[in-house]
């Protein structure tokens, strides 16, 4: 069975960073799109940002609010995807989910994301 592991969130005061990783477990990710999304209270599961397979160049896609303050990334070799954010803002704060795809198209749509993870709470505090 695939699984996707999400960790590292916690909580964080505003302008702190934390390191979010995901761990694919079940199967090798390397050909996959590895995406991050979030949900908040109350609102629309949103997308945060993407990271295509590694033989193209392995480009990465953000969203406008994170884009110059989150980086995603991906160790093939150990089969884990990151999030690196910096500067937290309050507004950052939600579960936030893994998940991976296996074709570029439309690429910040979470419908056509194949597998998830569970989430890992991020909690951004003033």
């Known amino acids: 069975q695939v699984q996707l592991v999400e960790s590292g969130g916690g909580l964080v005061q505003a302008g702190g960073s934390l390191r979010l990783s995901c761990a694919p477990s079940?199967?090798?990710?390397?050909?996959?799109?590895m995406g991050w999304f979030r949900q908040a209270p109350g609102k629309e599961r949103e997308f945060v940002a993407a990271?295509?397979?590694?033989?193209?160049?392995?480009?990465?896609y953000y969203a406008d609010s994170v884009k110059g303050r989150f980086t995603i990334s991906r160790d093939n070799a150990k089969n884990t995807v990151y999030l690196q954010m910096n500067s937290l803002k309050l507004e950052d704060t939600a579960v936030y989910y893994c998940?991976?795809?296996?074709?570029?198209?439309?690429?910040?749509?979470?419908?056509?994301?194949?597998?998830w993870g569970q989430g890992t709470q991020v909690t951004v505090s003033s």
């Open positions: 990271i295509n397979f590694n033989w193209s160049g392995g480009s990465t």
């Open positions: 998940a991976a795809k296996s074709t570029i198209v439309a690429i910040t749509t979470s419908s056509l994301y194949v597998y």
């Open positions: 079940g199967r090798t990710f390397s050909n996959y799109v």
